[in-house]
């Protein structure tokens, strides 16, 4: 056990001290969502005011219905984007080196799964400082601040194990934007980040709101939006659960040297 919390806590530092030497991952990080924030937002600012439905006990501004979601976008985007690193480290040897550890070879994956949400969460955070600035400020401090802790580490898990799965897949740095688009923004419009269910359905985008209603994301924005508001989220924590346990085991048997990723490069033209 002290082994593998050395190795664990290894990744984790690695990772971290690799983020704090990239000065601009942070910045590009938050532009994103605070574009979305500033801009989208404002214009939008009243959409639901005359709308109360759950979690909220009266009408809201746009931006804070937004930033739940703004949040997921964060949490999506950081994710999505280990991916990329676990390809990078893969391609340079460095995630060979790792994988030959002697630990179970799901433990380094969980450790890197753990060293993604860590930095996830940072982001998360450093955004939601930001928007309070920007005069969107959530009720994240009370009695239900450790719901809020639990859903957003949750997506975070979530989210990072889907890119971990992704990682099996991306053989070539240059597939990476292309699978990306077909994964990010689906996940993302096709959910209630940016609208509410009803909206969906009431505007007559049935299969929008049929891929809305089964996106995994969908329920980690409404996991986290209703714990702000100490509020039941449904089947939602264990929906994202649930997509968290399995993305992590088909992730962890595609990296199975018999099996999954050790077994494609093995054939003729396979990437190195």
Request: charged share 10%; aromatic share 14%.
């Amino acid at each position: 056990m002290r082994h593998a919390m050395q190795a664990l806590w290894a990744i984790v530092h690695r990772e971290l001290m690799k983020f704090v030497r990239q000065y601009g991952r942070l910045a590009s990080a938050l532009v994103r969502p605070l574009l979305w924030l500033a801009v989208f937002a404002a214009g939008f600012r009243n959409v639901f005011g005359m709308a109360i439905n759950e979690p909220y006990d009266t009408y809201i501004p746009y931006d804070i219905y937004i930033a739940p979601g703004l949040i997921g976008m964060v949490l999506l985007f950081n994710g999505m984007q280990s991916s990329l690193a676990m390809v990078y480290d893969r391609e340079m040897g460095l995630m060979r080196l790792l994988l030959t550890a002697p630990l179970p070879r799901w433990w380094v994956l969980f450790a890197k799964l753990c060293a993604t949400a860590v930095l996830s969460l940072g982001q998360a955070l450093a955004f939601v400082l930001i928007a309070a600035l920007l005069g969107t400020t959530l009720p994240l401090w009370g009695p239900q601040t450790p719901a809020v802790l639990l859903a957003a580490v949750s997506a975070a898990l979530m989210l990072g194990a889907l890119g971990l799965l992704l990682s099996v897949h991306i053989r070539q740095l240059e597939n990476f934007a292309g699978t990306m688009n077909f994964v990010i923004f689906p996940m993302y419009f096709m959910s209630t980040a940016l609208y509410p269910l009803w909206k969906l359905e009431e505007s007559g985008a049935e299969w929008v709101w049929w891929i809305a209603r089964f996106n995994p994301f969908t329920h980690a924005v409404e996991w986290l939006r209703f714990a702000i508001y100490g509020k039941d989220a449904g089947d939602s924590p264990w929906i994202v659960l649930g997509t968290l346990a399995l993305c992590f085991a088909l992730a962890a048997w595609g990296y199975d040297p018999q099996r999954g990723f050790g077994a494609l490069t093995k054939r003729p033209g396979g990437a190195a």
